[in-house]
């Protein structure tokens, strides 16, 4: 039983108290937050995949350049052959072998403290 002083409280007439937010804000802010992190993620891929091909094409110039220290060293032995240039000397610069008189023998000085 119920006094009749008493108000009566039915649930439906109950009032909701006033919310500081918007319905939907919950739900935006954390799609933006979604969408940020997102965007992070992305950024990160990309920027990953840009210094894997920068790696990739350094590597290649490195192999370029290996190939290219061959070759010159290559061609450096073959121009310092001592029959190339003897060859040279004899075609086209007309020397000849030195006869014995025009050998002249040093003798090794010894310094002395």
């Known amino acids: ?5 008493a108000p009566k409280t039915d649930r439906l007439s109950e009032e909701k108290p006033a ?3 918007p319905p939907h804000s919950v739900l935006i802010v954390g799609a933006f937050v ?3 992190v997102a965007l992070a993620y992305v950024w990160c891929h990309i920027h990953m995949t840009t210094l894997e091909y920068r790696v990739a094409e350094a590597f290649n110039q490195k192999e370029k350049l ?3 220290q061959r070759r010159l060293k290559l ?3 073959t121009l310092k052959a001592p029959r190339r ?3 040279i000397a ?3 610069l007309q020397m000849t072998a030195p006869t014995l008189e025009q050998v002249v023998m040093l003798k090794a000085v010894k ?3």
Do not use: H, K, Q, Y
């Not at 039983?1 to 002083?5: N, Q, S």
């Open 19 to 21: 919310s500081r937010w």
């Open 111 to 113: 310094e002395t403290p």
């Open 66 to 68: 290996l190939e290219e």
């Open 85 to 87: 240039i003897e060859a």
């Open 34 to 36: 979604f969408m940020a």
């Open 90 to 92: 004899r075609d086209r």
């Open 75 to 77: 061609e450096l032995a």
């Open 1 to 5: 039983m119920t006094a009749p002083d």
